[in-house]
């Protein structure tokens, strides 16, 4: 009974953990939704990733650039070569719990790569993306 | 008496044997001398954590308080070296008071007195590798060890061979540059 107990518990954990959501991404995708967005696409925000906007130096610059297609790995900045942990929420745990910092991110780095803010929609879309990683 | 004298030195091997593990910490001489020598480290956290999200957090003592006045504003940092380096307002208005109050002329640290003067009568420096003082002091270093150096590239990323760096120690006794172990023997 206890066993069956424990494996019901380490289910349920299991089933609530696959997507990795936190208050933060909780309520940011709420505001997105309240922003206008309709319908989540995760495969989108997987195509964004790797879509390259501004060129600098003659190089295109995409996430992936720094961030890498890894989630599981650290990325390395282009520029500075500072480590950037893990995106994935399960490789680090620390990624996604700060509200704040993912809508400062958001806009700095959509700048950096594409010249340009991203919509609430592709926000969604790689929100819900990563999350899954 | 005796127990009186027993506790007294029990007392005062307590005090010295912290001073001395305070003191090795630091390393005796630099706890006796060196406080004024070097740069003082960064303090402030929000700097710390800001600043060094992307690059190595550089002490406020190494750049007078005209260039921090010029680079930390909310019109210079979307274009901070060609990166987004947005704050909000009071993010800004804590790191840009913090820079500001502990600048190299703010400060009586050696390396930041000697910063100030190098740059007191020209137009304030962006970058930490334009400074005179700084640019004089690796000028004896072959090309191939930093930017040459797969590991160290540019003389901006100080903590690649400074390995004190972060403490705000520069001193050459402290310097280790990567795949060139020998380099203080090289000519």
Same mark, same amino acid.
């Given at each position: 009974?206890?066993?069956?107990?424990? &494996?019901?518990?380490?289910?349920? %954990?299991? %089933?609530?953990?696959?997507?990795?959501?936190?208050?933060?991404?909780?309520? &940011? &995708?709420?505001?997105?939704?309240?922003?206008?967005?309709?319908?989540?696409?995760?495969?989108?925000?997987?195509?964004?990733?790797?879509?390259?906007?501004?060129?600098?130096?003659?190089?295109?610059?995409?996430?992936?650039?720094?961030?890498?297609?890894?989630?599981? #790995?650290?990325?390395?900045?282009?520029?500075?070569?500072?480590?950037?942990?893990?995106?994935?929420?399960?490789?680090?745990?620390?990624?996604?719990?700060?509200?704040?910092?993912?809508?400062?991110?958001?806009?700095?780095?959509?700048?950096?790569?594409?010249?340009?803010?991203?919509?609430?929609?592709? #926000?969604?879309?790689?929100?819900?993306? %990563? &999350?899954?990683? | 008496?005796?127990?009186?004298?027993?506790? +007294?030195?029990?007392?005062?091997?307590?005090?010295?044997?912290?001073?001395?593990?305070? *003191?090795?910490?630091?390393?005796?001489?630099?706890?006796?001398?060196? !406080?004024?020598?070097?740069?003082?480290?960064?303090?402030?956290?929000?700097?710390?954590?800001?600043?060094?999200?992307?690059?190595?957090?550089?002490?406020?003592?190494?750049?007078?308080?005209?260039?921090?006045?010029?680079?930390?504003?909310?019109? *210079?940092?979307?274009?901070?070296?060609?990166?987004?380096?947005?704050?909000?307002?009071?993010? +800004?208005?804590?790191? !840009?008071?913090?820079? +500001?109050?502990?600048?190299?002329?703010?400060?009586?640290?050696?390396?930041?007195?000697?910063?100030?003067? *190098?740059?007191?009568?020209?137009?304030?420096?962006?970058?930490?590798?334009?400074?005179?003082?700084?640019? !004089?002091?690796?000028?004896?270093?072959?090309?191939?060890?930093?930017?040459?150096?797969?590991?160290?590239?540019? +003389?901006?990323?100080?903590? *690649?061979?400074?390995?004190?760096?972060?403490?705000?120690?520069?001193?050459?006794?402290?310097? !280790?540059?990567?795949?060139?172990?020998?380099?203080?023997?090289?000519?």
């Amino acid at each position: 009974m206890k066993t069956l107990h424990t &494996l019901m518990i380490v289910g349920a %954990l299991a %089933l609530s953990g696959t997507a990795h959501a936190t208050p933060a991404t909780d309520a &940011l &995708l709420a505001k997105y939704k309240a922003e206008g967005v309709t319908k989540i696409d995760a495969a989108k925000g997987k195509a964004d990733w790797t879509k390259s906007g501004k060129s600098e130096d003659g190089e295109a610059i995409s996430c992936s650039s720094c961030h890498g297609t890894d989630f599981s #790995k650290a990325g390395k900045h282009r520029k500075t070569h500072k480590v950037i942990e893990p995106m994935s929420p399960r490789a680090n745990p620390e990624r996604f719990t700060d509200e704040k910092k993912i809508e400062k991110w958001f806009k700095r780095n959509c700048n950096d790569a594409w010249g340009r803010e991203c919509t609430a929609q592709e #926000k969604a879309d790689f929100l819900t993306f %990563l &999350l899954a990683q | 008496m005796k127990k009186t004298t027993t506790l +007294l030195a029990a007392l005062a091997f307590t005090l010295l044997g912290s001073s001395l593990a305070q *003191a090795e910490e630091e390393g005796l001489f630099e706890s006796i001398f060196g !406080r004024h020598k070097e740069i003082t480290p960064v303090s402030n956290k929000t700097y710390q954590d800001e600043c060094g999200s992307c690059h190595f957090a550089y002490p406020p003592g190494l750049l007078p308080s005209k260039s921090w006045e010029k680079l930390l504003t909310a019109q *210079a940092l979307p274009d901070h070296f060609g990166e987004n380096a947005e704050l909000d307002a009071d993010t +800004l208005k804590e790191i !840009r008071e913090y820079a +500001l109050a502990n600048a190299a002329d703010k400060s009586d640290r050696k390396r930041s007195r000697k910063i100030a003067l *190098a740059t007191e009568n020209i137009d304030a420096p962006l970058r930490i590798t334009e400074v005179r003082y700084i640019k !004089r002091k690796h000028h004896e270093i072959p090309e191939k060890m930093i930017k040459g150096n797969k590991d160290v590239k540019s +003389l901006s990323y100080c903590d *690649a061979c400074h390995t004190q760096a972060k403490k705000g120690v520069f001193d050459a006794d402290t310097v !280790r540059i990567p795949n060139y172990p020998d380099w203080d023997d090289e000519d």
